[in-house]
């Protein structure tokens, strides 16, 4: 079954970068998409950052420039590297395989791991 563990968040002040990590299980890694979303307190969560099974990138608007999404196909693993992080990024971040379709946004899998805590102080 899908099994996806999320880790690297942390505690950083305004300004500053975090590299978050997210190892994954259960399908073919390589054959698909996959995303990063975030889910902040009393909201929804929403997707931020999408790579394709090709390495295309894409982006949620308010986090483009700042966020860099990339995937390493002989771990497994795909990775989030945050800069210039602003204290509406807090949030507990999740990853995903992604629904296919082109830069589709959805999630692939109703699993969903622990999370890992992004707080961002100002």
């Known amino acids: 079954q899908v099994q996806l563990v999320e880790s690297g968040g942390g505690l950083v002040q305004a300004g500053g970068s975090l590299r978050l990590s997210c190892a994954a299980s259960g399908r073919t890694f390589s054959s698909y998409a996959m995303g990063w979303f975030r889910q902040a307190p009393g909201k929804e969560r929403e997707f931020v950052a999408g790579i394709s099974w090709t390495g295309g990138t894409y982006y949620k608007d308010s986090v483009k420039g700042r966020f860099t999404i990339s995937r390493d196909n002989a771990k497994n693993t795909v990775y989030l590297q945050m800069s210039s992080l602003k204290p509406e990024d807090t949030a507990v971040y999740y990853c995903?395989?992604?629904?296919?379709?082109?830069?589709?946004?959805?999630?692939?899998?109703?699993?969903w791991g622990q999370g890992t805590q992004v707080t961002v102080s100002s």
């Open positions: 995903n395989f992604l629904r296919a379709g082109y830069r589709n946004t959805v999630a692939g899998s109703d699993y």
